[in-house]
């Protein structure tokens, strides 16, 4: 498989991912979160998708620049793709747990792991190549300005 390959494989898997992801948050937005006192800060629900979208095509490149050293790297690279994998993962579970469960608290506690995962993803990704690293970059910075907003509601509805 070539590098453009992997890079488009690993961009549909996320956007994929995030697609299934919204199908939880989708209802949840029209019926549940209009109810939740939410702080002065909390963005219009039109900026999620954009932002999102933005954010899984840039971890699918890093992934993919990642992919690409498979054969040079073998070992390091396995490595950094099992973290960005769970990152991945907890990505999606934080959307079941705070829409599909409405659960604030649990997905508060679960953010906090998906940020570590998501920074030793970033770690592990600009050992192996350092534009793959910075292109995970506006993704830890939106989890924890989502981690803060996570926080300031469950805060303000408990």
């Known amino acids: 498989m070539n590098k453009i390959t992997r890079i488009l494989a690993v961009v549909v898997t ?12 989708r209802s949840a937005i029209t019926t ?24 899984y095509v840039m971890m699918g490149v890093a992934a993919g620049l990642v992919w690409d050293r498979i054969e040079t790297e073998k070992e390091v690279v396995k490595k950094a793709l099992v973290f960005f994998a769970i990152q991945l993962a907890l990505n999606a579970l934080w959307s079941y747990l705070f829409f599909g469960l409405h659960n604030p608290m649990l997905a ?16 592990q990704f600009a050992k192996i190549n350092k534009i ?20 300031s509601i469950w805060w303000l509805n408990r």
């Open 108 to 123: 508060g506690l679960e953010i906090i792991v998906l940020w570590l995962m998501i920074f030793e993803t970033y770690v």
């Open 132 to 151: 793959a690293g910075y292109l995970f970059l506006p993704y830890l910075a939106w989890v924890s300005f989502a981690a803060v907003l996570n926080g």
């Open 32 to 55: 549940w979160y209009p109810t939740l006192i939410k702080p002065s800060f909390n963005p219009p629900n039109w900026i999620f998708a954009p932002v999102w979208s933005m954010l």
């Open 14 to 25: 996320c956007l994929a991912i995030g697609y299934f992801s919204g199908i939880v948050t």
